[in-house]
């Protein structure tokens, strides 16, 4: 049977540097050697609030972001999470068999609500059975993740299991987290102790796909860094150093001793200047591709009409048998 690969990017934003080296680039190979299912993650992207007329222009810039990093719609399913009913509705079935205390439990909703207080919403609470709905409905064998993801799948695990034992029959295989070592998780350019996200308020923390060459230069060149020369030690605990190195070494394919070799004894300068050229020469082709891409809606719409299409037969065929195993009504 061919190894089936499932995983999906929230279109809030731009997507960035973190979107790409954390994700996609680890998708692309993949397509060649599993059956691929890359999706757009709109419903789960209405926890806040949204315009919808964005939202709407974010979803085709995914899809055409997808695509010009080399996502290609003749191998890999490319869909709006929305698009397929099936995704809200075995969420709701999931629902109704996960414990409340499981999600209270995660560590995403204690910090989003936490940020959120008396505006925080039930589908922030119930976001990883969603997930978990998202990822079952496909039966993949593998999801690649982020550190910061592995949370949400062990709890997909528990649920199948948990609906595994309910109908007494082990239907739902689990499915394994997909971590690069050095990918997982891209830091902020303004604090190597948090991730980079679409979410911070600050533009400088991030490289966004669509960003000038003279953007990247400025935000890098601005990246916090310490006073210290580079040396190979204990990097560790050098948050920027480390997130500097590491970006440097997953855009030109070396290791971190690779890497680092040329800037031991020197500054941040030097290493800057090398990590803008590698930036450069890979974030603005992706971001041409892109803006051309967005300037043919139809072919993005019809791109993501045939991707719902695919989705759609395989999530109808799995809701039906979790209905039919749960007892609820099925059409003869």
Known sequence: MTRRILSGIQPTGNLH???????????????QVAECIFFIVDSHAITVPQDPKQLQANIRRTAATYLACGIDPERSIIFAQSSVPAHAELAWIFNCITPLGWLQRMTQFKEKSASQKE????????????QAAD???????AVPVGEDQKQHLELTRDIALLFNRLVGHDYFALP?????????????LRDGTKKMSKSDSSEASRIELTDTADAIAHKVRRAKSDADLIHAEHIENRPELANLLAILALLTGQTLDQTIE?????????????????????????GEKTEALQQDAAYLDAILIKGQKAANVIAHATLMDVKERMGLWVKP
């Open 17 to 31: 540097l973190g979107n790409y080296l954390g994700a996609i680039q680890q998708w692309v190979p993949l397509q």
């Open 119 to 130: 505006g925080a919403c039930l589908g922030l609470l119930a976001y990883p059975v969603l």
């Open 135 to 141: 990822i079952l409905l496909y039966h993949p064998q």
């Open 176 to 188: 394994e987290p997909l971590i690069t070592a050095q990918g997982a998780r891209i830091m902020s």
């Open 262 to 286: 040329p800037y031991i004894g020197k500054g941040f300068s030097a290493l800057k200047e090398a990590l803008i050229e590698a930036l450069v020469s890979i974030i603005i082709p992706i």
